[in-house]
C-alpha cells in the first residue's frame, strides 16, 4: 500500500472511531431505547421588580414523572443497562464501571446490614458520585428523583429473583414463590441506621490520634503512607473489575466530604469494593 493511501487508511479509521465515541456520549446524555419522560415548562411567578425591570422572568424546566421506568431509561439506562445489570452501551467507555444494581453491592449506605434506605439511593441520584462518571442530577424533582430509586428498588429485587430461580433449575432444586420471596425481602430491607459518634471538634491530640490509627488500622497500605492512593494498587471490585484506593489528598469523595459522611466510609467500608467495614473500632471516649 502506497504512504499516502495508508495515511488517508489511517485518517478515516480514526474519524470512524470518534464517531462511534460521539455517538455513545451522545446516548449517555441523551438516553436512548424508550419513550422520553414527558417535560413542561412553566413560568416561575415574578418576585419584587422594579418598574425600571422589563425582563421575563427566567422558565422553569420540571420534570413530571410518568413512570420511575421511563425516566431510568431516558437518563441511566445508557450506562447501567435497560436491566440495571450495568451493560449499557456506553458501559465499555467509562471508568470506573457503571453499577450493577441487580447484584445489589452499593456503596454508599447508613445501614448495618450494607442495604441502602431509601435516602441512600436517593443522595446518589441526586449528588452523583464524584470522581466517577456518574453525574449529579440537580434538575430532577424530588418526585422524579423518588421515582427513579424506586425502580433501581425494583431492578435489584428481579437481579435477586432471576438468580435464585437460575441457582435451583441448575442445581435441580425446587425452590417455591414464597421461599424466593423471603428471601427477596430478606436482602433488600435496610438494617438499623448506623448514626455517627459524637465527632467533636478536631484537636492536635485528636490528629495524632487519627494518624496513629491510620497506620496501625490497615489504611496506609492501600491509601498510602501520605494518602495519596499511591499503596496497594492490585485490586479488584466484586465483580472483578480493577479499582484502586482513594487519593484522600485530593478532596474528591464518591459520598458527601462532611465528617459524619467520612465516619461512614470508615465504619461500614464500602460494599463491592476493598474498603472494609471498621466497626470493630471502638468509639472516642
Not at 152 to 166: F, M, V
Not at 179 to 187: K, Y
Given at each position: 500500500m502506497k504512504p499516502d493511501r495508508r495515511r488517508r487508511t489511517a485518517i478515516s479509521r480514526g474519524f470512524a472511531t470518534a464517531t462511534i465515541l460521539l455517538t455513545v456520549i451522545v446516548a449517555c446524555l441523551t438516553g436512548c431505547g424508550s419513550k422520553p419522560a414527558s417535560t413542561h415548562q412553566s413560568e416561575?411567578?415574578?418576585t419584587t421588580k422594579s418598574a425600571e425591570d422589563k425582563s421575563p422572568a427566567a422558565p422553569l424546566v420540571e420534570i413530571?414523572?410518568?413512570t420511575g421506568a421511563d425516566l431510568y431509561a431516558q437518563h441511566c439506562a445508557a450506562c447501567h443497562g435497560p436491566?440495571?445489570?450495568g451493560q449499557g452501551l456506553a458501559a465499555q467507555f467509562v471508568f470506573p464501571k457503571p453499577r450493577d444494581f441487580r447484584s445489589g453491592r452499593f456503596r454508599l449506605v447508613s445501614t448495618s446490614n450494607g442495604v441502602p434506605t431509601p435516602d441512600d439511593m436517593r443522595a446518589v441520584i441526586r449528588r452523583g458520585m464524584p470522581g466517577s462518571s456518574m453525574p449529579p442530577w440537580p434538575q430532577f424533582s424530588d418526585d422524579a428523583v423518588k421515582v427513579i430509586a424506586e425502580h433501581?428498588?425494583?431492578?435489584?429485587?428481579?437481579?435477586?429473583?432471576?438468580?435464585?430461580?437460575?441457582e435451583a433449575k441448575e442445581s435441580g432444586d425446587e425452590i417455591s414463590d414464597a421461599?424466593?420471596?423471603?428471601?427477596?425481602?430478606?436482602?433488600t430491607t435496610p438494617g438499623d441506621v448506623v448514626e455517627a459518634v459524637d465527632l467533636g471538634k478536631p484537636t492536635n491530640e485528636s490528629v495524632a490520634r487519627g494518624k496513629e490509627l491510620y497506620t496501625k488500622k490497615?489504611?496506609?497500605p492501600c491509601h498510602g503512607a501520605t494518602g495519596k492512593g499511591d499503596g496497594q494498587q492490585q485490586m479488584v471490585?466484586?465483580?472483578g473489575l480493577p479499582t484502586r484506593p482513594r487519593d484522600l489528598t485530593r478532596g474528591i469523595f464518591k459520598g458527601d466530604p462532611d465528617a459524619v459522611s467520612v465516619w461512614r466510609r470508615i465504619s461500614l467500608g464500602m460494599p463491592g469494593t476493598p474498603m472494609p467495614s471498621s466497626q470493630n473500632l471502638t468509639a472516642p471516649t
Open positions: 416561575v411567578a415574578p413530571t414523572p410518568a436491566k440495571g445489570d433501581i428498588g425494583k431492578l435489584r429485587r428481579e437481579g435477586i429473583r432471576d438468580s435464585l430461580l437460575a421461599d424466593v420471596q423471603e428471601t427477596v425481602d430478606l436482602l490497615a489504611c496506609a471490585d466484586a465483580e
